[in-house]
């Protein structure tokens, strides 16, 4: 069982830069590969996100690449997303998960339904 906390969301202007913790209990994080999520009002939850257990390899959906970096620090049991350059388009509640325990230490995660733990999301609002 892992429990998950976000923090850091908050409301501010567009270009501005956020950074999200996720930390996460228990002694086995660095088994799990992690990601971030985001889901706006009206719309599905989307990747947005993710890194693998070793830290070695992330992913992202195209319209944040070159704009948002996450990084894990096993050490601290924490995730972070790195978020610069923020467009009112990123608007929404962000949500850390965590998944494929003891999969591959190299292997990212994209899809929703290979995480199995998830936290209670943290409100980013960018305005214009």
């Known amino acids: 069982q892992v429990q998950l906390v976000e923090s850091g969301g908050e409301l501010v202007q567009a270009g501005g830069s956020l950074r999200l913790s996720c930390a996460a209990s228990?002694?086995?994080?660095?088994?799990?590969?992690m990601g971030w999520f985001r889901q706006a009002p009206g719309k599905e939850r989307e990747f947005v996100a993710a890194?693998?257990?070793?830290?070695?390899?992330?992913d992202y959906t195209d319209s944040v690449k070159g704009r948002f970096t996450i990084s894990r620090d096993n050490a601290k049991n924490t995730v972070y997303l790195q978020m610069n350059s923020l467009k009112p388009e990123d608007t929404a509640v962000y949500y850390c998960?965590?998944?494929?325990?003891?999969?591959?230490?190299?292997?990212?995660?994209?899809?929703?339904?290979?995480?199995?733990?998830w936290g209670q999301g943290t409100q980013v609002t960018v305005s214009s």
């Open positions: 998960a965590a998944g494929g325990r003891y999969g591959r230490v190299d292997l990212v995660r994209t899809r929703l339904y290979e995480y199995d733990y």
């Open positions: 228990g002694r086995t994080f660095s088994s799990y590969a």
């Open positions: 890194v693998s257990r070793s830290g070695s390899n992330t």
